[in-house]
């Protein structure tokens, strides 16, 4: 019940298109929903963050929709750059406790050129 | 911009051998976590933090593995008797849980450990 499922586990856009990854948990505990971005050799970073009071929230080139009924929620992004070339993971946050992230498998982006 | 520090970047070790690896949180964070990611896999959490003692720990963080802030500074992993699969790399990451709390973990860039 605490895991976030992830896919794709990679993906390969060209640059100008369109990313899109999808993750999905089971949790109704879940109260936050961060995305976080890791380059090769560092540490995540995060990249947006949505509640489930809103169903979409967008920073620059990065939205984040969630859908509450169906228990699922996936990161866009336009005009992708091959500096997004990275990995990303969906992670969750359950309320009452000490809020430690469940994270996602993860998903290998590469934006082609 | 304050960030996260751990040390050593990478540690070999062998088998048995215990290991600490150190972490510098932010300086007015309040928790503070354990994480460890094996090559090619996710973020698993392993262990938080809070007022000098353990809130919650996963099932990864067994009797083998111990958690220490030894000074207003440094928050320390220790593995008493290192196996094969202890070979990870381990992140530390902090969060101030202050009334302005976003909710955001701040990660340090890792300290790879490889256990032969």
């Known amino acids: 019940q605490q895991q976030v499922k992830q896919s794709p586990q990679s993906l390969i856009v060209q640059k100008g298109g369109i990313s899109i990854i999808n993750c999905a948990y089971e949790n109704t505990a879940f109260d936050y929903f961060p995305w976080y971005q890791q380059f090769p050799g560092k540490g995540p970073a995060l990249l947006i963050a949505?509640?489930?009071?809103?169903s979409e929230k967008k920073e620059g080139r990065f939205t984040i929709s969630f859908n509450k009924s169906a228990k699922q929620f996936s990161l866009h992004i336009m005009d992708s750059q091959p500096g997004d070339s990275a990995t990303y993971f969906c992670?969750?946050?359950?309320?009452?406790?000490?809020?430690?992230?469940?994270f996602g498998s993860g998903t290998q982006l590469t934006v082609l050129p | 911009e304050p960030e996260v520090t751990q040390t050593p970047s990478h540690q070999v070790t062998q088998m048995g051998q215990e290991v600490i690896l150190r972490c510098v949180p932010i300086?007015?964070?309040?928790?503070f976590y354990w994480y460890r990611q094996i090559l090619g896999q996710k973020v698993e959490f392993l262990v938080s933090f809070y007022n000098n003692e353990i809130s919650e720990k996963s099932e990864i963080f067994d009797d083998q593995f111990s958690v220490e802030r030894p000074d207003g500074s440094n928050f320390t992993l220790k593995i008493r008797s290192t196996k094969l699969e202890d070979s990870a790399m381990y992140f530390c990451?902090?969060?101030?849980?202050?009334?302005?709390?976003?909710?955001?973990?701040?990660f340090g860039e890792g300290s790879r450990l490889t256990v032969l």
């Open positions: 949505i509640r489930p009071d809103v």
């Open positions: 300086s007015n964070h309040l928790y």
């Open positions: 990451a902090s969060n101030p849980r202050t009334g302005l709390d976003t909710g955001e973990l701040f």
């Open positions: 992670a969750a946050y359950p309320s009452g406790s000490a809020r430690q992230l469940t």
